[in-house]
């Protein structure tokens, strides 16, 4: 429900807030925008989170790293291949500790994306946003 996803993201963005010093401005949906938990109320929560002042992000590019059979060739691959032909990207990978993969994969897809020309720069308020299409 909105209410949930509200209650959740004030436990995440307080949790944020206290351990950086920082009050986020920006964040992705898990899953993404619209995704099958939220298709229902995707625009609401969208609305309201707008509402709010927060800017969010979805992504271009998956390297399909959280995928059950994902390894570092395979999410390197997809990342390269996601990438080919876009003037940008935003490259959706996981972070958390089982992630060694991806880790790997990024010594790779690194210089392979500055060889083509791709710049590497953070994401915040100030960069427009990769969002899904709502049908």
Known sequence: S????????????DYIENITGEAPVIFRFPGGSINSYNKK??????NEMGRR?????????????????????SIYSKVIKGCKGRKSAVVLMH???????????????????????FVFDRLSENVQPTVFKIE
Do not use: M
């Open 2 to 13: 909105v209410d949930a996803f509200l209650n959740d993201f004030a436990i995440c963005y």
């Open 53 to 73: 002042g927060f800017t969010y992000f979805d992504w271009n590019v998956s390297s399909d790293d959280a995928t059950k059979h994902s390894d570092e060739d």
């Open 95 to 117: 972070d958390s500790a089982p992630k060694k993969d991806t880790v790997a994969a990024l010594k790779r897809i690194i210089p392979e994306l500055l060889e083509q020309g």
């Open 41 to 46: 109320i995707c625009k609401e929560l969208i």
